[in-house]
């Protein structure tokens, strides 16, 4: 968490560094001085296009390979031969365990890299294009809220890692929750001391006088927003809380009542982070604009230290209870680094809220800094944007609709990799001293299986993200891109809540009903290798491309699609 964060603002500010000496801005205030500013800034949200670039190869790329892997190694290991989890006879097994570090891991790091490169950098064309603010000491701003919740997070982890110990199950999830507490409270304090000390006590921005402190509320609606998202996201995909625990005793009655139970949680479970959403931009937007905008989704990311380390804890974890299991450490290790991973399964679901609230509010913020810069522009200038234009309306629906396509693409993506997978392991349980642990699988052909498949599927999605704001902005107006990208918002980041989250809440049923302390409505322990478990371990693997591919896939598309229209 903190080498990603450290080395993303160290990197952001050696480029504006060097631009300035390069460009020899800062010799000179007025007028023109502005004017580098601007052009300047405007070269450097490159840097957000490089971190959603990459972030598309993590985020799409590596959520089909772990996903064929995943569904492959469940389908044939453990639903159709009977074999453990991370079985060394299981052919997908090591391809299973690469995957949560391809997803999860570098997805979710290149994911989060791309919403704070973005949000830090649409902060900063802004600022550039606001005369009061187009000054050296003040554009620096941005960054040091992010360098203020680095200490924050310091002093955060010195805590949880030396203070609160940990010597009771119990105490895992409370024990990384506690953590984003302390940070989203030491930040708060941060974000005043940083606005009194790095911004003019006021200024005009489009002829409203707008205040220091204004700052501090914009980016504590944003951290305070992320805090809440991740509250609500865990009530409704921890197996502690009652939806999780109701899906579970679903499982009774088969596998189709466990999708039904599903599906509405995840749909209920965009009400109040979406309403969360609303009030952050609504308090953001009247008090500094699209800027206001731009510092919430900062002040979001602003604990991604500690964020970024209690999302990986639960792919690390799963890895470490992988090699438990092929090594033979015996079902004492198996049984503590499973309660590891659970709770790193919920925290992990956390993370992904804080992704997805970061990236609708990093595209609403690169959305007005494209705004601002096409109202200004030299040629095709748009003076205005009414959404009862047509041109508007109907590019608003194409937005709209290119969240489900993109879905679309990615569900099938893992599906046709996954089913090239099955076959595989299929192809090699023909020998049976493989299932017998007699002879070692081939490993390499399944990971070549994911590899080959990941990389040929992440084409078509990726195609779509790039050439979709370029065609219509560049063949026919930039208009279209003013409707275009607002609609990929509003049904994206809503479509990107509720998929994450019931692909959670089906995980972690599954995990519920294989602990064997859960009691079904017959008033008996449900068990691992039950009819219950079997409902479950279906709506777990319907789920997981839903959670690890095309729910978190969807904060690229919106981002990217932005930071290209920028």
Known sequence: GFSSVGISLSILLSIILAYKAIMGIGHHEGKHNQYDYRIMMELIAGYGLGGSSMALFGRVGGGIYTKAADVGADLVGKVEEGLNEDSPNNPATIADNVGDNVGDIAGMGSDLFGSFAESTCAALVVMASTPDLAHQGYLLYPLMISAAGIIACFFTSIYGIYYYQVDEIEKIEKALKIQLLISTALVLIGLVIVGSYALPSKWNLNGQTCHWWYSIICAGMGLISGFLIGISTDFYTSNAHLPVR???????????????????????????????????????????????????????????????????????????????????????????????????????????????????????????????????????????????????FCSLLIGAMLPYAFSAMTMKSVGSAAQEMVKEVRIQFKNPRIKNGEIEPDYERCIKVSTTASLREMIAPGILVIATPIVLGVFFHPLLVAGLLPGALLSGVQMAISMSNTGGAWDNAKKLIESGTFLGEDGKYMVKGSKEHAAAVIGDTIGDPLKDTSGPSLNILIKLMAIISL
């Open 246 to 392: 109701e899906m579970a005793s679903s499982c009774t009655s088969g596998a189709a009542l466990n999708v039904i139970y599903g599906l509405a949680l995840g749909y209920k479970s965009t009400i109040i982070p979406v309403i969360l959403l609303a009030l952050s931009a609504l308090a953001s937007i009247k008090l500094l604009g699209m800027f206001g905008v731009a510092l919430a989704a900062i002040g979001m990311l602003s604990t991604l230290s500690v964020g970024l380390a209690i999302d990986a804890y639960g792919p690390i974890s799963d890895n470490a209870g992988g090699i438990a299991e092929m090594s033979g450490l015996g079902a004492d290790v198996r049984k503590l680094t499973d309660a590891l991973d659970a709770a790193g399964n919920t925290t992990a679901a956390i993370g992904k809220g804080f992704a997805i609230g970061s990236a609708a509010l990093v595209s609403l913020s690169l959305y007005g800094a494209f705004i601002v810069r096409a109202k200004s522009a030299k040629y095709n200038r748009i003076e205005n944007i009414e959404i009862t234009d047509p041109w508007i």
